[in-house]
């Protein structure tokens, strides 16, 4: 054995340190093994290049030191080790790396050092076994599913399986009876039975219980790995690269050290995405890639993992955030526009209806940005089933197509279709189509096949040259398209590849199709401007409701904005729009303002009102939600709502800019600022703190007028946005208000940048003045940094910063000029304490007794509403108001206020 290992040392030599110095790696490495397996020697053949950020253990398995704080652990797949960029991982070659040494190594082991971590990690011996499948009708109790899909009689997601009132015994003994049929899933409360063609991976529900052959949710790879400390504390470890979760799912600020996720499926996107290949790149596309349209799914491979290191506090949390975004690429910021309100109806509308009501929303002075149709704009009078039309074979369905629009409800769809979007366009309004789509060639067009693409191109990018700003891709219907690789059974969402459903993969389709039309054709003739690319797809899988937690594909973040499907309520919408904020990176998730009902109360109406113009996205949908169709009184305060909206437009567009370079929401549940509160009350998704600054709890029981809820207040002192009384956190304190008045509170140290003109189109603001409404809390080291991003494409800046000492009762704040020299007015409102005024001002090192105005608090018996902007009174038992007006001007501003 001595002389066995002597001849593999000389062969090391002669492959590392001799001539064979510039002989591939990968060569040296085969013949290194060969060596070995000759001699009878067991050996782990670790490679690491000098200084370098990449070990090859066994030539199996790579490990990448991208950073400090993120490894990359990646198993061999078909064609080797992937260094291109692929549907989950854009930006690889943003981490420059830190070097790895091999501290040691055996047949089947390795640990690998870095100046950040140790990485350990167990390679196969032999091929792992499958797992024993389970009897049908052993039971996991308090489980879901993660994803799968239907056996093909019991397709559509939201029916029962079996008759109403089945037992747990029922289903299981119809899935054992059923050839199709691999799992099943039992709701106990309900009797329902839904029995699963395929099912992968598992997720905690406590209404429901599961059973039946349930893989992991990835496949057995044989690898197992650990990340740990400098000091050998255990960060991360998995027994089996395949178990680590596919879909998103960040954990929250200090609840784990580490968080792992696996890019899979692993696919290569081209740069054009889903649609025809572009005439210029034809003949650069690999011909083995031509019938898929330049995708290349060769390279998938389950087990190629990311493990973010997110230390022990919030700024490690939010670093790995950063990175995250730097690696998959981050939310896009959103047209301007987005912002604003929007508005559809599930309604048979004429054109003329349609145009009355548009001009409605002007008359009354409603704020309005986007009107949009539903599906009523084809003619598919028969929903989602086959629509028999004389001359056309049986089975024919319109709907299908995009040739097929209702020209007897609107007569401007006709060729050559664009009178309708150039009288939106008249209005200054954006609009969208809803799509269900349906695949090609009867149903049987794989995703990325030509003749697919083509297709699917075809339809989306006619509609938007008649005018059409960008897409709904409504996944809620009888037929749908499915994710890649997967053939369409004909009904419902079709099968899911690998884990992956066709909600990221929609998503994807239809944001590409959008951003791929705007870019060729920017100047959009019959619409107005889309500077940037959107669509309105959805969010996950099922509808939400109160307590479900559901999460996705881990690209799905880049393809905004995201609604929350059907019969959604108040309560599930605030739940899904604070939590998705956290976990999957989406700050635009939202649901059908108003829900998909007519409440039976106006006061209904304007607590979904209230909670969407303080929260991502202000969408009314569902029923009939025109702000006139109730009463005045109702209409009155939704006017006032979105007027606060609207006035909040230039923070809202700049925390977009800031969520897309940061990932922090700008809904944010209160935990992402105060996480040793967590337990408290900071991490309840029934509240949240909007734009920094306001302390947000809607109120979702309509049931009575005036209404009582449990508020979580975060540290320090707050201001209740509607009496002026103050609170000082943490506590939970009992809010009551009626309809008109959702929950919210003022933060000390805040300070916000708002028009006091909000106007009815968000591309009609004038911001040649802007207001700031600061409220300091003199007496304290504080500063508070706000940015302005310009509405115009560069997105100039312009940087605000409030800062207080704790050696006197000053306030300053400074304004920057802007990034593009633009001038502007400001009118810097400080809401002072009561009992507070201001003494002296200086503004630009100029002192001056004339600048301040004081204005009191309303009157205890006047209505009030705050977010009243420039020259409006402050709450009745809150303190004055002392304004301040800048003249316009381009040069930075610099104004010192001395409190009493």
């Not at 082991?109 to 797992?131: F, G």
């Not at 939970?732 to 106007?759: C, D, F």
């Not at 409404?773 to 940094?785: H, I």
Request: charged share 20%.
């Amino acid at each position: 054995k001595r002389l066995s290992v002597s001849i593999y040392h000389s062969v090391l030599f002669h492959l590392f340190l001799s001539d064979w110095i510039h002989v591939p790696i990968m060569v040296k490495f085969i013949c290194v093994l060969a060596a070995a397996a000759m001699l009878g020697i067991a050996v782990s053949a670790v490679v690491v290049k000098d200084g370098d950020n990449i070990a090859i253990v066994n030539t199996d398995l790579r490990v990448t030191a991208l950073s400090e704080t993120l490894v990359r652990i990646e198993p061999r797949g078909p064609t080797g080790f992937v260094d291109t960029t692929t549907f989950m991982v854009l930006n690889r070659s943003a981490f420059t790396g830190i070097p790895i040494t091999v501290k040691s190594s055996s047949a089947t082991h390795a640990t690998l050092t870095t100046s950040a971590y140790t990485i350990e990690v167990t390679t196969p011996a032999a091929p792992p076994a499958p797992p024993t499948p389970q009897p049908m009708c052993t039971a996991t109790p308090n489980t879901d599913i993660a994803s799968g899909s239907r056996i093909s009689s019991c397709p559509m997601k939201d029916q029962s399986c079996l008759p109403p009132h089945a037992s747990q015994s029922d289903c299981c003994n119809n899935c054992t009876t059923n050839k199709e049929c691999t799992a099943w899933i039992f709701d106990p409360a309900a009797g329902n039975c839904w029995l699963m063609a395929s099912a992968s991976g598992t997720k905690h529900a406590a209404d429901r219980v599961v059973g039946g052959n349930i893989p992991s949710g990835g496949g057995i790879t044989g690898f197992s790995a650990k990340v740990l400390s400098p000091s050998g504390d255990l960060l991360w470890n998995v027994s089996d690269l395949g178990s680590v979760e596919q879909n998103l799912m960040w954990p929250s600020p200090n609840a784990a050290a580490a968080y792992a996720i696996k890019d899979y499926p692993r696919f290569f996107t081209p740069a054009w995405g889903p649609v025809p290949i572009p005439a210029d790149e034809k003949g650069k596309v690999d011909p083995a890639l031509v019938n898929t349209s330049g995708f290349d799914y060769r390279i998938n491979q389950d087990g190629d993992t990311y493990v973010f290191l997110l230390g022990n506090d919030i700024d490690g949390w939010n670093a790995g955030r950063k990175e995250f975004i730097d690696l998959v690429g981050p939310t896009p910021v959103l047209p301007d526009f987005a912002f604003g309100t929007w508005f559809t109806y599930w309604h048979q509308y004429t054109e003329a209806e349609a145009k009355g009501e548009v001009e409605r929303w002007d008359t009354d002075a409603l704020p309005l940005d986007v009107w949009a149709l539903d599906m009523n704009w084809r003619n598919s009078p028969h929903g989602h089933q086959a629509n028999v039309t004389p001359g056309n074979p049986p089975g024919f369905a319109p709907q299908h197509f995009y040739n097929y629009p209702n020209t007897e409800l609107f007569p401007d769809f006709a060729d050559p279709g664009t009178g309708w979007f150039d009288w939106l366009k008249s209005k200054k309004l954006r609009t969208y189509f809803n799509d269900h789509p349906f695949p090609t060639d009867n149903g049987t067009a794989l995703q990325t096949t030509p003749d697919e693409v083509a297709f699917r191109w075809a339809g989306l990018s006619k509609w938007m040259s008649r005018g059409l700003s960008y897409w709904w891709f409504d996944a809620n219907w009888g037929f749908s398209i499915p994710p890649p690789n997967t053939v369409y059974g004909g009904s419902g969402d079709g099968n899911s590849w690998d884990g992956m459903d066709n909600r990221v993969w929609g998503s994807y389709v239809y944001y590409n199709a959008n951003s791929q039309y705007n870019t060729q054709n920017p100047k959009r003739e019959h619409t107005m401007s889309m500077d940037r690319p959107m669509a309105l797809t959805k969010y996950a899988e099922a509808n939400m409701v109160p307590g479900l937690v559901q999460h996705n594909h881990p690209a799905q973040h880049r393809y905004p904005v995201w609604w929350t499907g059907d019969g959604v309520d108040l309560e599930a919408s605030v739940e899904s729009m604070v939590d998705s904020g956290v976990y999957d990176f989406k700050p635009y998730v939202h649901s059908d303002c108003g829900g998909d009902y007519r409440p039976k109360e106006g006061g209904d109406l304007l607590r979904w009102t209230a909670h969407c113009a303080f929260g991502s996205i202000h969408r009314f949908h569902g029923s009939e939600h025109q702000p006139w169709s109730y009463d005045n009184h109702t209409e009155d305060v939704i006017r006032t709502y979105l007027n606060m909206r609207y006035k909040n437009i230039p923070s809202l567009i700049s925390f977009g800019h800031e969520a897309a370079a940061t990932a922090f929401p700008y809904v944010t549940r209160c935990d992402l600022f105060w996480p040793e509160y967590a337990q408290a009350g900071a991490s309840s998704n029934h509240q949240y703190i909007f734009l920094n600054d306001t302390l947000v709890a809607p109120i979702w029981n309509s049931t009575m007028n005036v209404t009582s809820r449990t508020v979580w207040v975060p540290p320090g002192e707050w201001t209740d946005a509607w009496s002026g009384d103050s609170v000082t956190g943490p506590k939970n304190v009992t809010a009551t208000q009626p309809y008109e008045r959702q929950p919210m509170w003022h933060r000390a140290g805040g300070l916000s940048i708002v028009t006091s003109k909000p106007g009815l189109r968000v591309d009609e603001q004038d911001w040649s003045e802007l207001t700031l409404e600061a409220f300091p809390v003199t007496g304290t080291a504080l500063e508070t940094r706000r940015v302005l991003y310009s509405r115009a494409a560069g997105a100039a800046r312009t940087f605000v910063a409030m800062t207080t000492t704790d050696t006197d009762n000053t306030v300053r704040i400074r304004v920057s000029a802007a990034e593009d020299e633009e001038s502007r007015a400001w009118v810097l409102r400080v809401h002072l304490k009561p009992g507070q005024r201001v003494a002296r001002t200086t503004v630009d090192g100029v002192e001056s007794t004339h600048t301040v105005v004081h204005i009191a608090p309303v009157a205890a018996d006047v209505e009030y509403f705050p977010f009243g902007g420039s020259g409006t009174a402050p709450a009745p038992r809150a303190g004055h108001i002392a304004e301040v007006r800048m003249p316009t001007a381009a040069h930075s501003r610099d104004v010192v206020l001395a409190v009493e």
